[in-house]
């Protein structure tokens, strides 16, 4: 049934993403997050979904969309920077097989080709917005099903992804931890009540997945993500009220093991999975240290020859004594975007990558101050929803390798969208605006106000 499923889902979509890039869009970055050829059984699981849906959307932008350009930013100059230097750094590679690294590097590059898709196809809120409840639908939806076995489990199913980027638990915890605010968002744009309420439910039930993958990192996001909620709301007392009321009695009623685990982060020294994250990143450190430029290549933590070479010194490297690394124990990923970007392409990648995320952060903080002062709300609401989903991958992401993930890219396709609009934005909001017309350019089209439905005629 599954099967079946799938191929009729594959018709449709390619069928409407030739008339429509944006849902082409939708679409890819849908099969990228949840890897649906994985929850078949049969003959779909030969079926190329992304690929296909790849080219009917490439095909789709060349011959359905008029006016073509292409956003040069600051943004996109240090998305593309830092996908040439990938190329650099699998070139020098410290890796014995050098044909994984290069499969590797050719998966990266799918990824870019969706931050480009996104930044060339997406022109209209109605767009951005197909575009997040796509995410929404991936990400947020099955962690929703997940909240509802956990909670009927009493608290003993434990939450982990199903396939893709994001099988893994803590990789699903920093996904949901950048899909929430997206969430937040379309509570607030949308008009219809009781699909309001539903979000509502399904942000609700996001967040006690969080609590069901037993995720220290992933709770650590989430309680990073709340504070930096609690800074741009406008009830701040209420939400400080409700969480001084509500905190204790959860964390009390909370599963006995989620509680030790969730403890044991202060002693996190003696716990053996922490300190074999220690290893890993004194050697991404390490290997940055000798290769200051190019790094180890991809996955270079993972690679015997590189973590058999520095595990003799990981003792006593660094501020941190660990004990020594086992003879034989099997190579350990970074844990952490950080040191896995330093590790694989050394200092200088690990700079283009931190300009990047500064870069993205500080835009949307721009947008939604501007969105603010031109009273375009929903401009406002989702350069928000970017600023915060960027705060939750910054934090969650120091317990995972997710550096090169899908849903990231896709964000600062956004961001540059949003950096795009701008003109517009400003058009809209002036004085002769005040009929509440659109404002069209030859790309973008903006609305001032709330949410732009009205616009769908446009398209």
Same mark, same amino acid.
């Given at each position: ?22 849902? #082409? ?20 699981? +030969? ?12 095909? @789709?932008?060349?011959? !359905?969309? =008029? ?22 750094? @699998? ?18 590059? %799918? ?42 489990? *009493? ?23 950048? +899909? ?8 607030? !744009? ?7 309420? #539903? ?15 037993? +995720? ?25 009220? !409700? ?51 190019? #790094? ?47 590790? $694989? ?26 969105? =603010? ?9 989702? @350069? ?7 705060? *939750?991958? #910054? ?10 993930? $899908? ?34 350019? %030859? ?13 769908? =005629?446009?398209?």
């Amino acid at each position: 049934m599954r099967d079946l499923l799938l191929v009729g889902f594959l018709f449709v979509a390619i069928y409407y993403s030739f008339k429509r890039p944006y849902l #082409g869009l939708a679409a890819w970055i849908w099969i990228a997050l949840t890897a649906p050829a994985e929850w078949a059984f049969g003959f779909s699981q +030969s079926f190329r979904l992304n690929l296909t849906i790849v080219l009917v959307t490439a095909l @789709s932008y060349m011959f !359905v969309t =008029k006016h073509k350009s292409f956003p040069m930013t600051g943004l996109t100059f240090w998305v593309l920077m830092f996908g040439f230097w990938t190329l650099v750094t @699998s070139v020098f590679s410290l890796s014995s097989n050098p044909a994984r690294v290069w499969a590797d590097w050719q998966e990266f590059i %799918k990824i870019l080709l969706l931050f480009l898709f996104v930044i060339l196809i997406l022109r209209k809120p109605l767009q951005i917005d197909t575009f997040i409840w796509a995410i929404v639908l991936a990400v947020s939806a099955y962690a929703a099903m997940e909240a509802v076995k956990f909670i009927l489990s *009493g608290g003993g199913h434990r939450i982990s992804g199903r396939a893709g980027a994001i099988a893994d638990r803590n990789d699903l915890a920093t996904a949901i931890n950048m +899909s929430i605010p997206f969430i937040l968002y379309l509570t607030q !744009v949308t008009r219809h009540r009781w699909l309001r309420l #539903g979000l509502w439910g399904l942000l609700a039930l996001n967040i006690i997945a969080i609590v069901g993958t037993f +995720s220290r990192g992933g709770f650590i996001g989430l309680a990073v993500l709340a504070f930096a909620f609690w800074l741009t709301s406008r009830h701040k007392v209420a939400w400080a009220l !409700v969480a001084v009321l509500m905190l204790p009695v959860l964390y009390q009623n909370a599963p006995e093991d989620w509680r030790q685990r969730q403890e044991s982060t202060t002693t996190a020294v003696e716990d053996s999975s922490f300190v074999g994250r220690l290893w890993a990143w004194k050697i991404s450190t390490m290997v940055a240290a000798d290769n200051p430029f190019t #790094g180890g290549g991809f996955r270079a933590t993972v690679e015997p020859n590189v973590w058999n070479y520095y595990a003799p010194d990981t003792p006593d490297f660094g501020p941190i004594y660990t004990v020594p690394i086992p003879e034989g124990l099997s190579p350990k990923a970074a844990h952490n975007i950080y040191f896995q970007v330093l590790g $694989d392409h050394g200092f200088v990648g690990l700079f283009i990558f931190l300009m990047t995320l500064l870069l993205a952060l500080l835009n949307s903080i721009k947008n939604a101050r501007l969105g =603010k002062r031109c009273g375009v709300l929903w401009y406002r609401h989702l @350069s928000n929803a970017l600023v915060l989903s960027l705060v *939750g991958f #910054g934090f969650t992401g120091m317990g995972v390798s997710l550096a090169y993930f $899908d849903l990231l890219y896709a964000m600062f396709g956004l961001v540059v969208v949003m950096v795009q609009m701008r003109r517009s934005l400003v058009s809209a909001s002036a004085p002769d605006a005040a009929s509440r017309t659109p404002a069209v350019s %030859k790309n973008f089209t903006v609305m001032p106000g709330h949410h732009p439905a009205q616009i769908r =005629k446009s398209l």
